[in-house]
């Protein structure tokens, strides 16, 4: 899959080609200082999956360096902080939709593991966040018994709800309980991590019939939403 990224003089309406590789290069932000481009791609290996790394340019003499290739997850989505020394990531892990700061060395630095709720039908996983100039930031907040409200951060402090949208309607029921489970696979050994949803007033000494949800995609997650 070929996808390259093209910049346009607004004056003259010229095109200039910024990335050529053999693979799709994707969702590009300009820093704030003008001074550099940070892109998702990856190089295509013509394989089933491949993970999207996080690339910065440098403008003034086309320099790219990956940030993120000795780290084994897929990032989703990639902003600039406001003062144009470091981004903000979002990528899945184990079910769950992760914030981070990730520096211009590579470092990252947890933010939130709680992003969900743009998708209600099924539980997989997702979300947004946005970051302001002063460092803020704001996303959906995701739980397993309610959908995403929105929270707000800054720093390290932990970030806050803003909002409870739907404890009118859901504060007064009993919910089912979520909890992951894992287990070895009998094809390859390796771990499978599912979702162990039990209904209200659930007694683990009884028996239950038991329906299986397997997302497709197949590469996909579900998670505790």
Do not use: C
């Not at 302001?132 to 397993?144: M, Q």
Request: aromatic content about 8%; cysteine-free.
């Amino acid at each position: 899959m070929e996808v390259e990224i093209w910049s346009v003089d607004i004056g003259s309406g010229e095109l200039s080609q910024l990335t050529d590789r053999n693979g799709p290069d994707f969702s590009p932000v300009l820093s704030p200082d003008g001074a550099k481009l940070a892109y998702l791609g990856f190089d295509d290996k013509m394989m089933g999956y491949h993970n999207s790394d996080v690339h910065v340019m440098n403008l003034s003499n086309g320099s790219i360096e990956v940030l993120t290739a000795d780290f084994d997850r897929s990032i989703n989505d990639v902003q600039w902080a406001g003062s144009s020394n470091r981004l903000y990531v979002q990528y899945d892990d184990r079910g769950k939709t992760n914030i981070a700061t990730l520096s211009l060395s590579g470092q990252l630095s947890s933010v939130a593991d709680d992003v969900g709720g743009a998708i209600l039908g099924r539980p997989y996983t997702s979300g947004g966040f946005s970051v302001a100039n002063n460092g803020a930031y704001a996303y959906g907040a995701g739980r397993a018994d309610r959908p995403a409200d929105v929270a707000v951060g800054k720093g390290s402090s932990d970030p806050k709800r803003l909002t409870s949208l739907n404890e009118g309607l859901l504060g007064n029921r009993n919910l089912a309980a979520v909890e992951e489970i894992t287990w070895r696979s009998s094809a390859d050994d390796l771990e499978v991590q599912g979702w162990l949803v039990t209904p209200p007033g659930f007694d683990s000494s009884k028996k239950y019939p038991l329906l299986l949800e397997i997302h497709g995609g197949p590469f996909a997650a579900y998670g505790p939403h």
